[in-house]
């Protein structure tokens, strides 16, 4: 494995044969594991470069008003000999403004579109370091993780990615268009909220609102529930995280796309470590990623029936 491959790697650039061997290797090699880590890292820090400045409120109007003042009271120096420069003319001024407008109203949708264009790249980064750290997870445990327990919240299924290691903060855990203010969660809080997961203080319930969603498993039988396992990981590949979904005050899924990426879609980690963005809430074999066949918030029905559950959700109480 050379340094092409493990960047291929980050990048979702392995074919499928190739990904599984690699994986099969960072599983048994805890450098070139921690040199992989190191490298999912560096490369969040260069999609991370911040929100772009966005222009002052009022910017347009008072740049024409301080135009159009130009013409009432300038500024002109002195020129030898005693002569003047002519004001400008009201025409000119019109002119001007109104190329200053044009400049401006291109200007600004060019601008959201690179906004866009980065909270976009870095959702994808958080995604695929959030499914290597489930899948370095599963390889060595033969199953996902799950929530701590049933009526604990599903965004609890990050405490074994972090005691692990496996994921580098909480902060790969949400996506940066969400467009919620950013809520920090702490080595200590995190672990504080690890020893009692079934009564997490609110500010948890905050932070678990902006966590991508998470499917948590479907039914065994005999009232039996559990996550995915490897075995299936390798022979069928299918959503594992996304985007969360909008919820109301019930814990109801309302329709229609996450609200992350302006409603327009969502991006869809799968178990080979692949994201996919989908403008619709379905894939092959299931007509709704997040509600079980019956249409409801639930446990899948079988183990094709898909369910991306929301971070604040917790499944004891939606049944």
Not at 264 to 287: E, I, K, M, P, S
């Amino acid at each position: 494995m050379n340094a092409h491959d493990l960047l291929d790697y980050h990048l979702g650039q392995l074919e499928t044969d190739h990904r599984l061997q690699f994986e099969a290797e960072l599983s048994q090699d805890p450098k070139l594991s921690r040199t992989s880590q190191l490298l999912g890292q560096r490369l969040s820090l260069l999609l991370d470069e911040g929100e772009p400045p966005e222009p002052p409120a009022g910017l347009v109007g008072r740049t024409v008003f301080k135009v159009l003042n130009l013409e009432a009271s300038p500024s002109v120096l002195p020129m030898p000999g005693g002569y003047r420069e002519p004001s400008f003319r009201w025409a000119d001024v019109a002119v001007a403004a109104i190329v200053l407008i044009a400049g401006l109203g291109a200007l600004l949708p060019a601008i959201e579109h690179s906004r866009r264009n980065r909270t976009n790249l870095q959702c994808i980064s958080n995604l695929m370091n959030l499914g290597q750290g489930l899948n370095s997870f599963a390889s060595g445990h033969g199953k996902y993780p799950g929530p701590a327990s049933k009526t604990s919240l599903v965004a609890s299924y990050m405490f074994p990615l972090l005691e692990t290691s496996t994921i580098s903060s909480p902060s790969v855990l949400t996506c940066p268009s969400s467009g919620m203010k950013p809520v920090s969660l702490t080595e200590a809080n995190w672990k504080s909220w690890q020893t009692n997961p079934n009564h997490p203080p609110s500010e948890f319930h905050e932070f678990a609102k902006r966590i991508y969603s998470y499917n948590p498993g479907y039914e065994l039988g005999d009232g039996r529930t559990g996550p995915l396992s490897w075995e299936e990981r390798i022979s069928r590949n299918q959503p594992l995280a996304a985007d969360s979904v909008c919820k109301d005050h019930s814990d109801r899924v309302l329709p229609g796309n996450s609200l992350n990426h302006g409603g327009r879609g969502q991006y869809v980690l799968y178990t080979d470590g692949g994201v996919r963005y989908l403008t619709q809430r379905n894939v092959a074999g299931d007509q709704d990623i997040y509600l079980n066949d019956q249409k409801q918030l639930n446990y899948g029905l079988h183990d094709h029936d898909i369910v991306l559950f929301p971070g604040d959700t917790a499944i004891e109480r939606v049944k």
